[in-house]
């Protein structure tokens, strides 16, 4: 097999040698295979990310893809919240008769959130996925914008040992602050049109001020006399929340939609030819 391999070459460049001296050897030239340069390799991974944030975008901001309904991409409680659930979840192994009777004592013990929480929870979500509908633009505008030297080593997947989502990698570590940035001027107005802040967020916080209040408010015999009711120990609760959710959906919506542009960019790798476009099938063809 090597020997057929070696006659081979020996016959193509017998070919070209003959071809150089019948005709112009910058013609013949122009025929062979060109090395891809950097530049084209960055021209290539731009264009790859640009197509992963359209499709993204698309994506995140459906119905069945978007934020409410991909687990993969569904934006978690904020954890000043998720300790509220964590901290009252005590109250869920008590049976309902003896925390109605420690209740007459500690009214504090009535507090249920579980729906405020639940609501809130979509409705975070349902902003990520409003405000996705402009994250192609802001993504487009920083993936042209982002300083990319090295193409080559996020070709092969080298850059950061990044593999088959080494571009998505390197946007994530080199324009998360120009992202975030822009695209909170995206979110901001989808928290508000979905009235997160006073529907969902504002109700949960007052809830459980109230319930703080009551609770860290009782006077060590009454706690002594509930703890005896309910057979345990009250636990410390934590302080009413402060979060900025705007920043919070902001940093959480870009993680999911760079977690969908590195799914579009293995895609890319593994078919470029699927994509339709020259530049895509000569610099991932070739890596």
Known sequence: MQKILENMKKIVFFAIFMACIFSSCDEVRDLLPKELTN??????????????????????????????????IRIPLPEEV??????????????PSVLSAA???MP???????KQVSDLGDAINGAAQEAAKGAFKVFADVITGIDIRDGFDILKG?????????????????????????????VTPAIASMD?????????VSTYATFHNQ???????????????LGIDLPDIPPVP?????????????GGLMLLVGDQEKLIRDNPVGWGTELLERVFGKK
């Open 39 to 72: 530049d084209e390799v960055i021209a290539g991974l731009k264009e790859a990310l640009t197509i992963g944030a359209q499709v993204s975008s698309t994506k995140a901001s459906s119905e069945d893809d978007g934020f409410i309904n991909n687990s993969r």
């Open 82 to 95: 998720q300790g509220l659930v964590d901290a009252l979840s005590f109250l869920d192994d008590i049976p």
């Open 196 to 204: 997160v802040i006073t529907k969902f967020w504002e109700p949960l």
């Open 103 to 105: 209740a007459v004592l």
């Open 108 to 114: 504090a013990l009535n507090v249920d959130i579980t």
């Open 158 to 186: 080298d850059y950061q040992n990044s593999g088959d989502t080494a571009a998505t990698h390197y946007l994530r570590i080199n324009a998360s602050n120009g992202l975030r940035e822009e695209f909170m001027k995206v």
């Open 242 to 254: 402060d979060q900025n959710l705007d920043s919070y959906i902001t940093n959480r919506a870009i």
């Open 215 to 229: 609770y860290t408010g009782t006077s060590e015999f009454t706690v002594s006399l509930v703890a005896n009711i």
